[in-house]
Structure formats: structure tokens, C-alpha cells
């Protein structure tokens, strides 16, 4: 199975440079895609890009990509193309059979643990419980409250008639007072 290799340097600013702040790492992507489709001759669904050089593009945000990037492209006899950031290898993203078997060897040891630490602690809530049911003085009686009386709705409108109704001083301007005087 051959393969070939190559290491490129890419240029990225001239794809990006007219593109708004908010969209320039995206335009940078579509860039690097283009300039690999071109030069390794590959069909853009046979492109894959490196966790390793995905994070450096968008390390600074989606605003501020890197002006270039140093990569390696590897092309398969398949016609795959990866692409991987200059000095780290692809990694093969995890198939999902694969996922579980690691995580089916984990869980068994991971229950074990959980159990025996399930054990230690109900034992220290245990202890806990009867040295604070030791401890804690018996609380006092708290006395019910007490609701103030009201008076009903037909006592209440008795007492309002009853009151005498304040008398209002007419507004009159101090002009006309000293006229009046």
C-alpha cells in the first residue's frame, strides 16, 4: 500500500482577509479545504483535518485564525486524504464498537470502586448521625403566634362614618389674599 506524503506551508490570509471578523476562522477552514482538495487531487468528502490542526485554527477564536499553517497531508491508496498540524500524527477517530468495549472494561472496575466507596461512606453518615443526635441540645417549645383581632366588615364601615371628615382650605394665590386684606 503506497502512500504519499507531502508537508505543506498555507497560506490562509488571502482567504480570509475579506471575509467579516465574525466568520474569518470559518472562511480559513474553507480555505485549507480548498487548498488541499487542489494540490493532493482528492475529492472534498475524502479530506479529513487533524484534531491537532483544527485546534491551532480556531486556538484564537473564530475572529483571529493564524495567518499560515504548516502541515502534513497523507494520501492513501483508498484516495483518503489526512491531514494532520507539521509534527503529530492522525488519529483515528473511535468506532463505536470500539467505544464500548473500553467502556464496558472500565465500567466493571469503576463499580467495584463505587460500591466499596457507597460502603465507607454510609458507614461515616452512620457515625455522624449518632454523634450529632448526642451532641445536639433538645430544642424549645416555640409558642403558636397569636392573630390580632379585626373587626368585621360592618364594624369597620361604622367606625369609618363615625370619624369627622377634615375640612380642605380652598388654593387661593397671595395676590388675591392681600387684595382680600
Not at 17 to 28: E, F, N, S
Not at 40 to 62: D, F, Q
Not at 115 to 126: A, G
Request: glycine share 4%; charged share 50%; net charge positive.
Amino acid at each position: 500500500m503506497a502512500t504519499l506524503e507531502r508537508t505543506y506551508n498555507v497560506p490562509l490570509r488571502k482567504g480570509f482577509y475579506k471575509a467579516p471578523k465574525y466568520r474569518k476562522t470559518k472562511k480559513a477552514m474553507i480555505t485549507l479545504r480548498e487548498f488541499l482538495v487542489k494540490h493532493m487531487k482528492c475529492a472534498a468528502e475524502n479530506l479529513k483535518i487533524g484534531r491537532k490542526l483544527n485546534e491551532l485554527l480556531w486556538e484564537r477564536g473564530y475572529k483571529y485564525p493564524p495567518h499560515h499553517v504548516k502541515l502534513t497531508a497523507i494520501k492513501t491508496d483508498d484516495g483518503i486524504v489526512k491531514a494532520e498540524l507539521f509534527g503529530f500524527k492522525y488519529e483515528e477517530p473511535i468506532k463505536s464498537a470500539e467505544k464500548e468495549e473500553k467502556a464496558t472494561k472500565g465500567k466493571k472496575e469503576t463499580e467495584k470502586e463505587v460500591k466499596d466507596l457507597k460502603e465507607e461512606l454510609d458507614k461515616v453518615v452512620d457515625v455522624k448521625k449518632i454523634e450529632d443526635t448526642e451532641t445536639k441540645p433538645e430544642k424549645k417549645e416555640k409558642k403558636p403566634r397569636v392573630k390580632k383581632e379585626t373587626l368585621p366588615k360592618e364594624e369597620n364601615v361604622v367606625a369609618a362614618e363615625e370619624k369627622p371628615k377634615k375640612e380642605r382650605k380652598p388654593r387661593v394665590k397671595k395676590a388675591a389674599e392681600e387684595k382680600a386684606e
